[in-house]
């Protein structure tokens, strides 16, 4: 297979891309996503900020453009995010008692999931909710402070019984070495939610690398989430300055772990990642392929 999407299909993985709205209109953007990818994540258009702006406005239109051009490609898309800190409107913010936040939080899930009901493969409905550092401790939030730890729960219920098709996924940045507090405390999370049938269907790792790549223990920590009875999937990769090494390690992560279901990169060009200056992904700024991107196809067993 000559491209990352049909490699990535030989052993029954996906191989995605985030994708941005404004930049559909670009046709060496357009022409490397159609090429190459078979999953789509919106980088920015599903969040809280974009799609509800205002308490009950709703507006679907920058993730309708993605969708339908998924659609239209034959990609699948993962959502992203429906609970999140970050890229939080105010009026979500300002909210300060707990019946109002539990209203609007559940009408939030509930409205965004069925806006895209049989359209999405996976979402990431609990983004980001555990603290950086040694407390393996979810991390403040408007959510956090006035639900209190039952929130991630409660909205993964919430996810559930609006849409039982959908795989329901959380999804972190930093969970990736095996012995950090924060792993373990995602893992106890995920070995709780299983043990009380409290339904999650996968857990994504972001996998933001600096330029050593990914830890040692990637693989084990996969392994280890998957023995829970989840999937896992590497979800936003991008790796400063992009060697080769450090994305075959990555991508061979996933493939020795059967319960790593698909690899996501943060982004198409270089130009279009959020690092700025880092030159993370796997096209450089005209849209050609690194060596990354050759040691990546071939380790996925296409060339
Ligand atoms: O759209 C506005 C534009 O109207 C405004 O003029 C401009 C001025 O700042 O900002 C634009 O919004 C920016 C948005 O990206 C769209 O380009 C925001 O400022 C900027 O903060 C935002 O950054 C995004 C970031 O999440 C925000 O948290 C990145 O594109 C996006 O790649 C990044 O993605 C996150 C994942 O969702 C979660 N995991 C970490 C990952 C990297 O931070």
Same mark, same amino acid.
């Given at each position: 297979?000559?491209?990352?999407?049909?490699?990535?299909?030989?052993?029954?993985?996906?191989?995605?891309?985030?994708?941005?709205?404004?930049?559909?209109?670009?046709?060496?953007?357009?022409?490397? +996503?159609? =090429?190459?990818?078979?999953?789509?994540?919106?980088?920015?258009? *599903?969040?809280?900020?974009?799609?509800?702006?205002?308490?009950?406005?709703?507006?679907?239109? /920058?993730?309708?453009?993605?969708?339908?051009?998924?659609?239209?490609?034959? &990609?699948? *898309?993962?959502?992203? $995010?429906? #609970?999140?800190?970050?890229?939080?409107?105010?009026?979500?913010?300002?909210?300060?008692?707990?019946?109002?936040? =539990?209203?609007?939080?559940?009408?939030?899930?509930?409205?965004? *999931?069925?806006?895209?009901?049989?359209?999405?493969?996976?979402?990431?409905?609990?983004?980001?909710?555990?603290?950086?550092?040694?407390?393996?401790?979810?991390?403040?939030?408007?959510?956090?402070?006035?639900?209190?730890?039952?929130?991630?729960?409660?909205?993964?219920? $919430?996810?559930?019984?609006?849409?039982?098709?959908?795989? +329901?996924?959380?999804?972190?940045?930093?969970?990736?070495?095996?012995?950090?507090?924060?792993?373990?405390?995602?893992?106890? *999370?995920?070995?709780?939610?299983?043990?009380?049938? #409290? /339904?999650?269907?996968?857990?994504?790792?972001?996998?933001?690398?600096?330029?050593?790549?990914?830890?040692?223990?990637?693989?084990?920590?996969?392994?280890?989430?998957?023995?829970?009875?989840?999937?896992? &999937? +590497?979800?936003?990769?991008?790796?400063? &300055?992009?060697? /080769?090494?450090?994305?075959?390690?990555?991508?061979?992560?996933?493939?020795?772990? /059967?319960?790593?279901?698909?690899?996501?990169?943060?982004?198409?060009?270089?130009?279009?990642?959020? =690092?700025?200056?880092?030159?993370?992904?796997?096209?450089?700024?005209?849209?050609?392929?690194?060596?990354?991107?050759?040691?990546?196809?071939?380790?996925?067993?296409?060339?």
């Amino acid at each position: 297979a000559g491209t990352l999407g049909d490699a990535a299909a030989g052993s029954g993985r996906y191989f995605g891309t985030a994708v941005a709205a404004g930049r559909l209109g670009d046709a060496t953007y357009a022409t490397v +996503l159609d =090429r190459e990818f078979k999953m789509v994540t919106p980088e920015n258009e *599903m969040k809280w900020d974009t799609v509800e702006p205002s308490r009950g406005s709703f507006n679907f239109a /920058p993730a309708d453009a993605i969708v339908n051009h998924a659609t239209a490609h034959g &990609q699948r *898309m993962r959502g992203h $995010t429906l #609970v999140w800190h970050s890229q939080l409107p105010n009026w979500v913010n300002a909210i300060g008692d707990a019946n109002t936040l =539990r209203t609007v939080m559940n009408n939030h899930i509930t409205t965004e *999931m069925n806006h895209y009901k049989g359209k999405i493969y996976a979402w990431d409905v609990v983004n980001e909710a555990f603290a950086d550092g040694g407390s393996g401790q979810h991390r403040p939030s408007v959510f956090q402070n006035l639900l209190g730890n039952g929130f991630i729960e409660e909205a993964f219920r $919430t996810a559930r019984s609006t849409d039982a098709s959908a795989k +329901l996924c959380y999804n972190d940045y930093s969970i990736e070495n095996w012995t950090d507090a924060k792993t373990q405390g995602v893992y106890r *999370m995920v070995k709780d939610f299983k043990s009380r049938g #409290v /339904p999650i269907d996968c857990v994504g790792f972001q996998s933001h690398f600096g330029a050593g790549g990914p830890p040692a223990s990637l693989r084990t920590t996969l392994a280890n989430f998957a023995a829970l009875g989840v999937d896992v &999937q +590497l979800t936003e990769l991008d790796i400063a &300055q992009a060697s /080769p090494t450090a994305y075959t390690a990555t991508v061979q992560a996933c493939l020795d772990v /059967p319960r790593c279901t698909g690899i996501t990169v943060w982004g198409i060009r270089d130009s279009d990642s959020w =690092r700025t200056g880092e030159n993370p992904l796997l096209f450089d700024n005209n849209g050609n392929k690194k060596p990354a991107y050759s040691a990546t196809l071939a380790t996925l067993g296409g060339g």
